[in-house]
Nanobody, 125 residues
Framework: QVQLVESGGGLVQAGDSLRLSCTVS????????MGWGRQAPGKEREFVAA????????FYADSVKGRFTISRDNVKNTLYLEMNSLKPEDTAGYYC??????????????????WGQGTQVTVSS
């Protein structure tokens, strides 16, 4: 059974940075495309960023492009999301997942599976 555990969230001020981590166990992490989604209260979960199995290709939502960086360490079985220049509208629960299809250049979350429990990011103005 594949399990994903996110960490690194917290309460920060606008303009600050955070790095989220997602540790994967029970599967072959190095073969998975991975992604991050986020969900604010009362809103649907939305796509944030995705990365292919090797880390050579990434894709971002327009709202985070240039501020967030997705990366991975296939030795440590860990996915990362570096978030800079945070804004109050980035406040949400952040979740990592396996991209079942391996296709990362889409904002659809339809093929995302094995979601973690999430980590909360709150950005104050």
């Amino acid at each position: 059974q594949v399990q994903l555990v996110e960490s690194g969230g917290g309460l920060v001020q606008a303009g600050d940075s955070l790095r989220l981590s997602c540790t994967v166990s029970g599967g072959t992490f190095s073969s998975y495309a991975m992604g991050w989604g986020r969900q604010a209260p009362g809103k649907e979960r939305e796509f944030v960023a995705a990365i292919n199995w090797s880390g050579s290709s990434t894709f971002y939502a327009d709202s985070v492009k240039g501020r967030f960086t997705i990366s991975r360490d296939n030795v440590k079985n860990t996915l990362y999301l570096e978030m800079n220049s945070l804004k109050p509208e980035d406040t949400a629960g952040y979740y990592c997942a396996v991209v079942r299809s391996g296709i990362i250049r889409t904002t659809s979350l339809k093929e995302y599976t094995y979601w973690g429990q999430g980590t909360q990011v709150t950005v104050s103005s």
